[in-house]
């Protein structure tokens, strides 16, 4: 399974993420793509789940599942050609994406609770991938 998780700080939440929002049982999502040819996805169940994606630039996509609870995945993106892709079970799993450049292309995955991973990749076509089982695991990456 696969998660991502955004934690970029101020500097992404800044960006205005406010275009499309939903709330269903506490649980978030919110959406802001600009640009063209943009895509995102994503499912939630559970309770007091919340998702942010802000992409920008253009043929950018998300795909986020959330299942348990107070689980939270911010995507960012920006240039084109980016692809994030986050999967979180379980509960209080944290996941974040960077991305900026282009050709970039990130694959997260959370299982059980606590666990936090950080993503931020800048230049053009890097690969991430992580896998997180357990709980209290800490992934941070970055490249250029």
Not at 20 to 47: D, E, K
Not at 60 to 80: E, L, M, P
Not at 102 to 125: C, K, L
């Amino acid at each position: 399974m696969t998660r991502i998780f955004l934690k970029t700080t101020a500097a992404l939440l800044s960006l205005g993420v406010a275009a499309t929002a939903a709330n269903a049982g506490s649980s978030s999502v919110s959406i802001s793509q600009r640009g063209w040819l943009n895509g995102a996805a994503g499912s939630q169940s559970g309770y007091a789940n919340r998702l942010t994606v802000d992409q920008t630039g253009r043929y950018n996509s998300s795909v986020t599942t959330q299942n348990g609870s107070r689980n939270r995945a911010v995507i960012g993106q920006v240039g084109r050609r980016n692809s994030a892709i986050s999967i979180q079970n379980g509960r209080g799993n944290i996941a974040g994406v960077a991305q900026f450049g282009s050709g970039h292309t990130v694959v997260t995955s959370q299982d059980g609770r606590g666990n936090a991973v950080g993503v931020i990749q800048a230049g053009r076509n890097n690969r991430a991938t992580t896998t997180q089982v357990g709980a209290g695991n800490v992934s941070v990456i970055v490249q250029d």
